[in-house]
T-cell receptor
Framework: GAGVSQSPSNKVTEKGKDVELRCDPI?????LYWYRQSLGQGLEFLIY????????KSGLPSDRFSAERTGGSVSTLTIQRTQQEDSAVYLC???????????????FGSGTQLSVL | LAKTTQPISMDSYEGQEVNITCSHNNIATNDYITWYQQFPSQGPRFIIQ???TKVTNEVASLFIPADRKSSTLSLPRVSLSDTAVYYCLFGGFKTIFGAGTRLFVKA
């Protein structure tokens, strides 16, 4: 596609429910990243994929968070038993190369605004 | 983790040149320095990237001194639409974005 696409753009859920957030990266980009941004704050790294593999899951805040990527393309971030502190904008980015490569330019989607009531 | 320090906010007027400096004392030898721009309700957008000396593209210039412990983003003749948050990064995907610099351009 022309850019990174995320869906839904907004998600309101009740505390304790599970949510799935989707990311469609730019076609041909091998690396995919998930970040979280709380209101007025910078971005917090969550997880990174190179192809379908996630070599680094250290940023996931708890075991309620998981992510997968299939076919080297679409990725889904799942949050189980959501809590109010999970409310934030979840941003996905993709890059042609990977970390520390010359092509290390991240292209971001517009994010999913998650609100946990 | 890679850490940067930038001013929290800056004000400017339309038509002025704006320089935003970022310090990155623990940058590694092979790290590139990258700047992003973020508007409300959007993801960050790549502006410019460099390794040393000076890089210029159609929207900005990036100045990096020889020791590479800092960098300066230069926005020539800003307009109201340049009001945004600007982040400098190095160190790859795990870099802490930080709060960035909030630039407010006034008429």
């Amino acid at each position: 596609g022309a850019g990174v696409s995320q869906s839904p753009s907004n998600k309101v859920t009740e505390k304790g429910k599970d949510v799935e957030l989707r990311c469609d990266p730019i076609s041909g980009h091998t690396a995919l990243y998930w970040y979280r941004q709380s209101l007025g704050q910078g971005l917090e790294f969550l997880i990174y994929f190179q192809g379908n593999s996630a070599p680094d899951k250290s940023g996931l805040p708890s075991d309620r968070f998981s992510a997968e990527r299939t076919g080297g393309s679409v990725s889904t971030l799942t949050i189980q038993r959501t809590q109010q502190e999970d409310s934030a904008v979840y941003l996905c980015a993709s890059s042609l190369g990977g970390p520390r490569s010359l092509d290390e330019k991240l292209f971001f989607g517009s994010g999913t605004q998650l609100s946990v009531l | 983790l890679a850490k940067t320090t930038q001013p929290i906010s800056m004000d400017s007027y339309e038509g002025q040149e704006v320089n935003i400096t970022c310090s990155h004392n623990n940058i590694a030898t092979n790290d590139y320095i990258t700047w992003y721009q973020q508007f409300p309700s959007q993801g960050p957008r790549f502006i410019i990237q460099g390794y040393k000396t000076k890089v210029t593209n159609e929207v900005a210039s990036l100045f990096i001194p020889a020791d590479r412990k800092s960098s300066t983003l230069s926005l020539p003749r800003v307009s109201l639409s340049d009001t945004a948050v600007y982040y400098c990064l190095f160190g790859g995907f795990k870099t802490i974005f930080g709060a960035g610099t909030r630039l407010f351009v006034k008429a």
